[in-house]
Protein backbone atom coordinates (compact mmCIF):
# COMPACT_ATOMS: atom_id res chain seq x y z
CA UNK A 1 0.00 0.00 0.00
CA UNK A 2 1.31 3.51 -1.21
CA UNK A 3 2.60 5.20 1.89
CA UNK A 4 1.02 8.57 2.62
CA UNK A 5 3.28 11.31 4.11
CA UNK A 6 -0.07 12.60 6.62
CA UNK A 7 2.03 15.38 8.49
CA UNK A 8 1.70 17.37 4.78
CA UNK A 9 -1.63 17.91 6.11
CA UNK A 10 -1.01 20.06 8.68
CA UNK A 11 -2.06 23.76 7.98
CA UNK A 12 -1.02 26.69 9.74
CA UNK A 13 -3.90 29.32 11.20
CA UNK A 14 -4.07 32.42 11.58
CA UNK A 15 -7.28 32.08 13.47
CA UNK A 16 -9.40 29.52 15.98
CA UNK A 17 -10.34 26.65 13.76
CA UNK A 18 -14.22 26.91 12.87
CA UNK A 19 -15.14 23.59 15.00
CA UNK A 20 -13.60 25.06 17.99
CA UNK A 21 -14.84 29.02 16.87
CA UNK A 22 -18.53 27.19 17.39
CA UNK A 23 -17.95 25.52 20.05
CA UNK A 24 -17.11 29.28 22.05
CA UNK A 25 -20.06 30.75 20.03
CA UNK A 26 -22.59 27.95 21.72
CA UNK A 27 -20.48 28.18 25.43
CA UNK A 28 -19.42 24.66 25.45
CA UNK A 29 -15.70 26.09 25.11
CA UNK A 30 -14.98 28.31 28.10
CA UNK A 31 -13.07 29.32 31.17
CA UNK A 32 -14.27 26.53 33.24
CA UNK A 33 -13.72 23.32 31.12
CA UNK A 34 -10.57 21.90 30.09
CA UNK A 35 -10.38 21.26 26.42
CA UNK A 36 -8.29 18.58 24.68
CA UNK A 37 -7.42 18.98 20.88
CA UNK A 38 -6.79 15.66 19.82
CA UNK A 39 -4.68 15.74 16.36
CA UNK A 40 -3.72 19.38 17.02
CA UNK A 41 -1.37 19.64 14.16
CA UNK A 42 0.96 22.77 14.26
CA UNK A 43 -0.91 23.33 17.65
CA UNK A 44 -2.44 27.03 16.90
CA UNK A 45 -6.24 26.30 18.46
CA UNK A 46 -3.97 24.97 21.46
CA UNK A 47 -2.52 28.25 21.89
CA UNK A 48 -5.09 30.70 20.74
CA UNK A 49 -7.58 29.26 23.53
CA UNK A 50 -4.57 29.52 26.10
CA UNK A 51 -4.46 33.25 25.54
CA UNK A 52 -8.03 33.27 26.36
CA UNK A 53 -7.22 31.88 29.65
CA UNK A 54 -8.82 28.54 28.30
CA UNK A 55 -7.21 25.43 30.25
CA UNK A 56 -6.05 23.63 27.05
CA UNK A 57 -3.66 20.73 25.14
CA UNK A 58 -3.30 19.03 22.14
CA UNK A 59 -1.64 16.21 20.76
CA UNK A 60 -0.24 15.22 17.14
CA UNK A 61 1.58 11.95 16.18
CA UNK A 62 3.64 14.21 13.72
CA UNK A 63 3.81 17.22 14.99
CA UNK A 64 3.26 17.54 18.51
CA UNK A 65 4.03 13.82 19.92
CA UNK A 66 5.47 14.67 23.26
CA UNK A 67 2.42 15.26 24.96
CA UNK A 68 0.14 12.18 25.59
CA UNK A 69 -4.06 11.71 24.98
CA UNK A 70 -5.97 13.03 27.75
CA UNK A 71 -9.16 13.11 29.55
CA UNK A 72 -10.70 16.22 28.73
CA UNK A 73 -14.02 17.66 29.05
CA UNK A 74 -14.40 18.98 25.74
CA UNK A 75 -12.06 17.10 23.22
CA UNK A 76 -11.66 18.25 19.38
CA UNK A 77 -11.37 15.85 16.94
CA UNK A 78 -11.05 18.55 13.99
CA UNK A 79 -10.40 17.53 10.50
CA UNK A 80 -8.54 14.32 11.36
CA UNK A 81 -10.46 11.65 10.16
CA UNK A 82 -10.26 13.17 6.44
CA UNK A 83 -6.99 12.85 6.20
CA UNK A 84 -6.89 9.29 7.56
CA UNK A 85 -6.66 6.54 4.60
CA UNK A 86 -7.32 3.47 6.39
CA UNK A 87 -10.96 3.76 7.08
CA UNK A 88 -10.34 0.72 10.52
CA UNK A 89 -7.81 3.13 12.09
CA UNK A 90 -10.28 6.64 11.24
CA UNK A 91 -13.27 4.27 12.92
CA UNK A 92 -10.61 3.47 15.99
CA UNK A 93 -9.34 7.10 16.05
CA UNK A 94 -13.11 8.34 16.67
CA UNK A 95 -13.55 5.61 19.23
CA UNK A 96 -10.32 6.84 21.26
CA UNK A 97 -11.25 10.89 21.06
CA UNK A 98 -14.47 9.83 22.08
CA UNK A 99 -12.86 7.67 25.51
CA UNK A 100 -11.20 10.35 26.48
CA UNK A 101 -14.48 12.79 26.31
CA UNK A 102 -15.90 14.14 29.42
CA UNK A 103 -18.97 16.20 28.31
CA UNK A 104 -18.80 16.49 24.58
CA UNK A 105 -16.93 15.63 21.36
CA UNK A 106 -16.71 17.93 18.77
CA UNK A 107 -16.04 16.19 15.15
CA UNK A 108 -15.15 18.03 11.53
CA UNK A 109 -14.22 16.94 8.33
CA UNK A 110 -14.22 18.51 5.44
CA UNK A 111 -17.33 18.07 2.86
CA UNK A 112 -17.61 16.96 -0.79
CA UNK A 113 -18.29 20.67 -1.82
CA UNK A 114 -14.86 21.38 -0.63
CA UNK A 115 -13.24 19.23 -3.09
CA UNK A 116 -10.89 20.88 -5.68
CA UNK A 117 -12.18 19.40 -8.81
CA UNK A 118 -9.26 18.44 -11.36
CA UNK A 119 -6.61 18.48 -8.63
CA UNK A 120 -7.07 15.40 -7.24
CA UNK A 121 -6.61 11.60 -7.58
CA UNK A 122 -8.85 8.83 -6.27
CA UNK A 123 -7.29 6.58 -3.88
CA UNK A 124 -9.00 4.31 -1.89
CA UNK A 125 -12.66 5.65 -0.44
CA UNK A 126 -10.84 9.27 -0.94
CA UNK A 127 -8.78 10.54 -2.82
CA UNK A 128 -4.76 11.82 -3.08
CA UNK A 129 -4.23 15.55 -3.57
CA UNK A 130 -0.90 17.40 -5.18
CA UNK A 131 1.39 16.68 -2.22
CA UNK A 132 0.84 12.96 -1.92
CA UNK A 133 -1.37 13.75 1.29
CA UNK A 134 -5.23 11.42 1.51
CA UNK A 135 -8.40 13.42 2.40
CA UNK A 136 -11.96 12.02 2.27
CA UNK A 137 -14.66 14.34 1.62
CA UNK A 138 -17.85 13.88 3.43
CA UNK A 139 -21.41 14.65 2.34
CA UNK A 140 -22.94 16.59 5.77
CA UNK A 141 -25.50 13.44 6.04
CA UNK A 142 -22.90 11.11 5.52
CA UNK A 143 -20.56 12.18 8.20
CA UNK A 144 -23.12 12.36 10.76
CA UNK A 145 -24.24 8.65 9.98
CA UNK A 146 -20.29 7.61 10.39
CA UNK A 147 -20.79 9.17 13.54
CA UNK A 148 -23.44 7.38 15.16
CA UNK A 149 -22.79 4.46 13.76
CA UNK A 150 -19.23 4.20 15.12
CA UNK A 151 -19.76 5.41 18.62
CA UNK A 152 -23.78 4.40 18.78
CA UNK A 153 -24.52 8.12 20.19
CA UNK A 154 -26.18 10.54 18.77
CA UNK A 155 -24.49 13.88 16.92
CA UNK A 156 -25.79 17.42 17.15
CA UNK A 157 -25.05 19.03 14.06
CA UNK A 158 -23.30 22.38 14.75
CA UNK A 159 -22.42 23.68 11.72
CA UNK A 160 -21.97 22.19 7.71
CA UNK A 161 -19.87 19.13 8.27
CA UNK A 162 -19.56 20.21 12.42
CA UNK A 163 -21.40 18.04 14.85
CA UNK A 164 -21.08 17.87 18.76
CA UNK A 165 -21.45 14.64 20.78
CA UNK A 166 -22.59 14.97 24.23
CA UNK A 167 -21.80 12.50 26.45
CA UNK A 168 -25.19 13.11 28.98
CA UNK A 169 -27.99 12.73 26.32
CA UNK A 170 -29.69 15.29 29.01
CA UNK A 171 -27.27 17.70 27.76
CA UNK A 172 -28.10 17.47 24.29
CA UNK A 173 -31.62 18.31 24.83
CA UNK A 174 -30.41 21.49 26.88
CA UNK A 175 -28.55 22.47 24.17
CA UNK A 176 -31.15 21.99 21.62
CA UNK A 177 -33.79 23.43 23.41
CA UNK A 178 -31.66 26.97 23.82
CA UNK A 179 -31.63 27.29 20.29
CA UNK A 180 -34.76 27.60 20.01
CA UNK A 181 -35.73 29.82 23.04
CA UNK A 182 -35.83 33.56 23.01
CA UNK A 183 -33.63 36.05 24.51
CA UNK A 184 -35.26 36.96 27.65
CA UNK A 185 -36.27 40.82 28.62
CA UNK A 186 -38.37 41.12 31.92
CA UNK A 187 -41.05 44.23 32.03
CA UNK A 188 -39.98 47.26 33.28
CA UNK A 189 -41.80 48.40 36.54
CA UNK A 190 -44.46 50.95 36.06
CA UNK A 191 -46.15 51.63 39.91
CA UNK A 192 -44.71 51.87 43.04
CA UNK A 193 -45.04 49.02 45.99
CA UNK A 194 -44.12 48.88 48.92
CA UNK A 195 -43.09 45.75 49.22
CA UNK A 196 -42.01 45.60 45.53
CA UNK A 197 -39.23 48.36 46.80
CA UNK A 198 -38.58 46.99 50.16
CA UNK A 199 -37.33 43.99 48.66
CA UNK A 200 -36.69 44.72 45.45
CA UNK A 201 -33.27 42.41 44.70
CA UNK A 202 -35.65 39.14 45.46
CA UNK A 203 -38.39 40.31 43.18
CA UNK A 204 -36.12 41.15 40.34
CA UNK A 205 -34.26 38.02 40.67
CA UNK A 206 -38.28 36.55 40.28
CA UNK A 207 -38.31 38.64 37.09
CA UNK A 208 -35.51 37.54 35.38
CA UNK A 209 -36.60 33.45 35.98
CA UNK A 210 -39.88 34.31 34.87
CA UNK A 211 -38.63 36.45 31.67
CA UNK A 212 -36.70 33.24 31.06
CA UNK A 213 -38.88 30.10 31.55
CA UNK A 214 -42.14 31.88 31.36
CA UNK A 215 -43.58 30.00 34.84
CA UNK A 216 -42.63 30.14 38.67
CA UNK A 217 -39.15 28.40 39.68
CA UNK A 218 -39.78 24.80 41.62
CA UNK A 219 -37.52 22.11 43.25
CA UNK A 220 -33.69 23.28 42.85
CA UNK A 221 -34.73 26.25 40.77
CA UNK A 222 -35.56 27.97 44.22
CA UNK A 223 -31.70 27.72 45.63
CA UNK A 224 -30.82 30.66 42.78
CA UNK A 225 -33.94 32.82 43.71
CA UNK A 226 -32.98 33.01 47.63
CA UNK A 227 -35.22 32.92 50.60
CA UNK A 228 -38.84 34.30 50.05
CA UNK A 229 -39.56 37.18 52.68
CA UNK A 230 -41.57 36.14 54.90
CA UNK A 231 -44.25 40.02 54.27
CA UNK A 232 -44.15 38.53 50.82
CA UNK A 233 -45.78 34.54 51.56
CA UNK A 234 -44.96 32.88 48.46
CA UNK A 235 -43.97 32.62 44.65
CA UNK A 236 -47.25 33.17 43.61
CA UNK A 237 -48.37 36.58 45.75
CA UNK A 238 -44.75 37.49 44.93
CA UNK A 239 -45.64 36.84 41.16
CA UNK A 240 -48.92 38.78 41.68
CA UNK A 241 -47.38 41.97 43.08
CA UNK A 242 -45.11 41.89 39.99
CA UNK A 243 -48.04 41.65 37.52
CA UNK A 244 -49.45 45.02 39.59
CA UNK A 245 -46.39 46.82 39.24
CA UNK A 246 -45.55 45.57 35.92
CA UNK A 247 -48.57 45.39 34.00
CA UNK A 248 -50.04 41.62 33.33
CA UNK A 249 -49.79 41.49 29.34
CA UNK A 250 -46.39 41.28 29.17
CA UNK A 251 -46.37 38.59 31.42
CA UNK A 252 -48.76 36.75 29.36
CA UNK A 253 -46.75 37.20 26.15
CA UNK A 254 -44.14 36.16 27.63
CA UNK A 255 -45.41 32.59 28.52
CA UNK A 256 -46.71 32.19 25.03
CA UNK A 257 -43.53 32.82 23.46
CA UNK A 258 -42.11 30.24 25.84
CA UNK A 259 -44.88 27.68 25.18
CA UNK A 260 -43.78 28.61 21.71
CA UNK A 261 -40.19 28.29 22.05
CA UNK A 262 -41.33 24.76 23.90
CA UNK A 263 -43.21 23.21 21.41
CA UNK A 264 -40.45 24.46 18.48
CA UNK A 265 -37.67 22.73 20.37
CA UNK A 266 -40.33 19.19 20.47
CA UNK A 267 -41.34 19.68 17.08
CA UNK A 268 -37.86 19.81 15.75
CA UNK A 269 -36.89 16.99 18.04
CA UNK A 270 -38.31 14.46 16.44
CA UNK A 271 -35.70 14.22 13.47
CA UNK A 272 -33.25 13.00 16.09
CA UNK A 273 -36.14 10.48 17.68
CA UNK A 274 -38.11 12.71 20.37
CA UNK A 275 -36.60 11.51 23.64
CA UNK A 276 -38.84 9.99 26.46
CA UNK A 277 -40.02 12.63 28.81
CA UNK A 278 -37.60 11.16 31.60
CA UNK A 279 -34.54 11.69 29.16
CA UNK A 280 -35.17 15.29 28.89
CA UNK A 281 -33.61 17.81 31.65
CA UNK A 282 -35.42 18.57 34.91
CA UNK A 283 -35.78 22.42 33.70
CA UNK A 284 -37.77 21.10 30.38
CA UNK A 285 -39.75 18.46 32.18
CA UNK A 286 -41.26 21.46 34.63
CA UNK A 287 -41.89 23.46 31.51
CA UNK A 288 -43.57 20.70 29.99
CA UNK A 289 -46.23 20.24 32.71
CA UNK A 290 -46.50 24.25 33.34
CA UNK A 291 -47.36 25.12 29.38
CA UNK A 292 -48.84 21.35 28.44
CA UNK A 293 -49.65 19.72 31.41
CA UNK A 294 -48.44 16.38 30.01
CA UNK A 295 -46.10 15.16 27.79
CA UNK A 296 -48.96 14.10 25.66
CA UNK A 297 -50.54 16.95 25.09
CA UNK A 298 -47.03 18.45 24.43
CA UNK A 299 -45.92 15.97 21.81
CA UNK A 300 -49.18 16.06 20.26
CA UNK A 301 -49.42 19.82 19.30
CA UNK A 302 -45.65 19.60 18.30
CA UNK A 303 -46.75 17.09 15.89
CA UNK A 304 -49.19 18.88 14.47
CA UNK A 305 -47.05 22.33 13.98
CA UNK A 306 -44.02 19.88 12.51
CA UNK A 307 -46.75 18.28 10.05
CA UNK A 308 -48.36 22.07 8.71
CA UNK A 309 -44.76 22.93 7.83
CA UNK A 310 -45.14 20.01 5.32
CA UNK A 311 -48.00 21.52 3.86
CA UNK A 312 -46.35 24.02 1.08
CA UNK A 313 -49.99 25.68 0.87
CA UNK A 314 -49.54 26.77 4.98
CA UNK A 315 -45.99 27.83 4.49
CA UNK A 316 -47.05 30.30 2.28
CA UNK A 317 -49.36 31.98 3.85
CA UNK A 318 -47.17 32.07 6.59
CA UNK A 319 -44.33 34.15 4.76
CA UNK A 320 -48.31 36.54 3.34
CA UNK A 321 -48.41 36.98 6.89
CA UNK A 322 -45.39 37.38 7.93
CA UNK A 323 -44.87 41.58 9.95
CA UNK A 324 -41.55 40.49 9.74
CA UNK A 325 -39.40 40.13 6.73
CA UNK A 326 -38.92 41.23 2.87
CA UNK A 327 -41.50 39.59 0.55
CA UNK A 328 -40.84 38.55 -3.12
CA UNK A 329 -42.49 36.86 -5.44
CA UNK A 330 -40.75 33.66 -4.47
CA UNK A 331 -39.35 33.64 -0.79
CA UNK A 332 -39.66 35.94 2.38
CA UNK A 333 -36.11 37.11 3.29
CA UNK A 334 -35.36 37.87 6.92
CA UNK A 335 -31.97 38.90 8.82
CA UNK A 336 -30.84 36.25 11.33
CA UNK A 337 -31.50 38.04 14.25
CA UNK A 338 -35.54 38.45 13.12
CA UNK A 339 -35.55 34.76 13.09
CA UNK A 340 -37.22 34.67 16.32
CA UNK A 341 -39.96 36.71 15.49
CA UNK A 342 -41.51 34.88 13.33
CA UNK A 343 -44.03 33.05 13.05
CA UNK A 344 -44.28 29.28 15.04
CA UNK A 345 -44.63 27.86 11.60
CA UNK A 346 -41.58 29.29 9.65
CA UNK A 347 -39.67 29.16 12.98
CA UNK A 348 -40.24 25.07 12.59
CA UNK A 349 -39.62 25.27 8.79
CA UNK A 350 -36.21 27.31 9.35
CA UNK A 351 -35.66 24.91 11.94
CA UNK A 352 -36.49 22.05 9.90
CA UNK A 353 -32.79 22.88 7.73
CA UNK A 354 -30.95 24.18 10.85
CA UNK A 355 -31.09 20.68 12.53
CA UNK A 356 -29.84 19.09 9.97
CA UNK A 357 -26.87 21.29 8.75
CA UNK A 358 -26.51 23.47 12.19
CA UNK A 359 -25.62 27.46 12.16
CA UNK A 360 -24.08 28.41 8.98
CA UNK A 361 -21.46 30.93 10.24
CA UNK A 362 -21.34 34.27 8.10
CA UNK A 363 -24.61 33.62 6.87
CA UNK A 364 -26.87 36.48 8.31
CA UNK A 365 -29.81 36.58 5.52
CA UNK A 366 -32.08 33.44 5.58
CA UNK A 367 -34.10 32.99 2.51
CA UNK A 368 -37.68 31.39 3.46
CA UNK A 369 -38.49 29.79 -0.34
CA UNK A 370 -42.50 30.17 -0.44
CA UNK A 371 -43.27 27.35 -3.40
CA UNK A 372 -40.87 24.74 -2.57
CA UNK A 373 -39.63 23.34 0.98
CA UNK A 374 -36.17 24.75 0.43
CA UNK A 375 -33.56 26.99 2.89
CA UNK A 376 -31.14 29.38 1.67
CA UNK A 377 -28.52 30.91 4.10
CA UNK A 378 -27.00 34.14 2.56
CA UNK A 379 -23.51 35.73 3.40
CA UNK A 380 -23.42 39.48 3.34
CA UNK A 381 -20.37 40.62 5.08
CA UNK A 382 -20.90 44.45 4.99
CA UNK A 383 -24.92 44.15 5.93
CA UNK A 384 -24.96 46.81 8.49
CA UNK A 385 -21.83 49.56 6.81
CA UNK A 386 -22.54 48.79 3.22
CA UNK A 387 -26.05 50.42 1.78
CA UNK A 388 -26.60 47.16 -0.97
CA UNK A 389 -24.23 44.93 0.33
CA UNK A 390 -22.98 42.01 -2.11
CA UNK A 391 -23.64 38.12 -1.70
CA UNK A 392 -20.48 36.55 -0.61
CA UNK A 393 -22.19 32.87 -0.79
CA UNK A 394 -25.25 30.76 -0.36
CA UNK A 395 -25.79 27.38 1.23
CA UNK A 396 -28.95 26.19 -0.02
CA UNK A 397 -31.06 23.36 2.00
CA UNK A 398 -33.42 21.69 -0.02
CA UNK A 399 -35.87 19.76 2.59
CA UNK A 400 -37.15 17.22 0.17
CA UNK A 401 -33.80 15.86 -0.04
CA UNK A 402 -31.30 17.15 1.87
CA UNK A 403 -28.45 17.60 -0.02
CA UNK A 404 -26.82 20.92 0.44
CA UNK A 405 -25.46 23.20 -2.24
CA UNK A 406 -23.15 25.76 -1.27
CA UNK A 407 -21.84 28.79 -4.03
CA UNK A 408 -19.68 31.23 -3.65
CA UNK A 409 -19.42 35.04 -5.46
CA UNK A 410 -16.74 36.47 -4.10
CA UNK A 411 -14.83 35.98 -7.21
CA UNK A 412 -18.24 37.19 -9.19
CA UNK A 413 -17.82 40.96 -11.01
CA UNK A 414 -21.42 41.19 -11.15
CA UNK A 415 -22.83 39.58 -7.92
CA UNK A 416 -26.36 39.70 -6.59
CA UNK A 417 -27.00 42.74 -3.68
CA UNK A 418 -30.10 43.98 -1.16
CA UNK A 419 -32.44 47.01 -1.45
CA UNK A 420 -34.58 47.61 1.29
CA UNK A 421 -32.61 46.23 4.13
CA UNK A 422 -34.95 48.10 6.45
CA UNK A 423 -37.65 45.15 5.80
CA UNK A 424 -35.15 42.64 6.50
CA UNK A 425 -35.37 43.79 9.87
CA UNK A 426 -37.52 43.84 13.34
CA UNK A 427 -39.75 47.36 13.44
CA UNK A 428 -37.61 48.26 16.73
CA UNK A 429 -34.05 47.41 15.28
CA UNK A 430 -32.10 50.69 16.08
CA UNK A 431 -30.51 50.30 12.37
CA UNK A 432 -34.33 49.88 10.60
CA UNK A 433 -34.96 53.96 10.28
CA UNK A 434 -31.09 54.41 8.70
CA UNK A 435 -31.95 51.90 5.99
CA UNK A 436 -35.54 53.05 5.64
CA UNK A 437 -34.09 56.70 5.03
CA UNK A 438 -32.40 55.98 2.04
CA UNK A 439 -35.17 53.49 0.54
CA UNK A 440 -37.23 56.41 0.55
CA UNK A 441 -34.98 58.77 -1.21
CA UNK A 442 -34.06 56.43 -3.87
CA UNK A 443 -37.95 55.92 -4.35
CA UNK A 444 -38.01 59.57 -4.67
CA UNK A 445 -35.19 59.16 -7.35
CA UNK A 446 -36.62 56.66 -8.91
CA UNK A 447 -34.35 54.19 -8.65
CA UNK A 448 -36.73 51.64 -8.44
CA UNK A 449 -38.93 51.86 -11.00
CA UNK A 450 -37.54 48.87 -12.99
CA UNK A 451 -36.81 46.53 -11.21
CA UNK A 452 -34.82 43.89 -13.36
CA UNK A 453 -32.09 45.97 -13.96
CA UNK A 454 -31.39 47.00 -9.88
CA UNK A 455 -31.10 43.31 -8.89
CA UNK A 456 -27.00 42.78 -9.41
CA UNK A 457 -24.35 45.27 -9.01
CA UNK A 458 -23.72 46.04 -12.13
CA UNK A 459 -27.30 46.89 -13.15
CA UNK A 460 -27.66 48.59 -10.26
CA UNK A 461 -24.28 50.99 -10.95
CA UNK A 462 -25.84 51.67 -14.73
CA UNK A 463 -29.06 52.95 -12.53
CA UNK A 464 -27.60 55.30 -10.45
CA UNK A 465 -25.28 56.37 -13.46
CA UNK A 466 -28.23 57.34 -15.12
CA UNK A 467 -30.53 59.16 -13.07
CA UNK A 468 -27.18 61.29 -11.92
CA UNK A 469 -26.87 60.31 -8.06
CA UNK A 470 -24.55 58.48 -6.22
CA UNK A 471 -24.76 56.94 -2.59
CA UNK A 472 -22.65 58.09 0.23
CA UNK A 473 -23.31 56.36 3.62
CA UNK A 474 -26.29 55.61 3.56
CA UNK A 475 -27.40 58.97 1.45
CA UNK A 476 -28.21 59.32 -1.61
CA UNK A 477 -26.33 62.27 -3.10
CA UNK A 478 -26.67 64.38 -6.66
CA UNK A 479 -23.78 63.95 -8.48
CA UNK A 480 -21.47 66.82 -9.67
CA UNK A 481 -21.16 67.88 -13.45
Known amino acids: MQSIPRHLSAIRRS??????????????????????????????????????GITCSGWDPAHNSGDEPRVADVVN????????????????????????????????ARLTSEALDGKQSPYGDGCLTRLGTFQKYYDHGELRAWVENEISVSAVPAGPGVFYIFRDPSAAQSFLASKYRRRPTAPRQRKSNLLFDKYKDFFERLMDFMASRGRLPEGAELTALGEIPEEVGSLRRGFKIIREVTGGEQWDKIKEERTQDLLIFLALSRFGGRPRLSQLPADIQLDVRAFCSTYGNASTLADRLLFSVGDMRIVEAACRQSAVGKLTPNALYVHVSALPSLSPVLRVY???????IGAVDAANVIKLHRHKPQI??????????DPHPKLLASLVVPLNVFHIRYSEYGDSANPPILHRKEEFLTADNPLREKFARLTRQEEKAGLYEDTTKIGNSAGWEDVLRSKGVRISGHRLMKVKT
Open 77 to 108: LGYVVNVIEDPKERGQTLRSAWALTRTVLIVA
Open 350 to 356: EGCARSY
Open 15 to 52: GLSRPVRLALDDSLINAGVEVFDYGCGYGDDVRALRER
Open 376 to 385: SYLAYPEFER
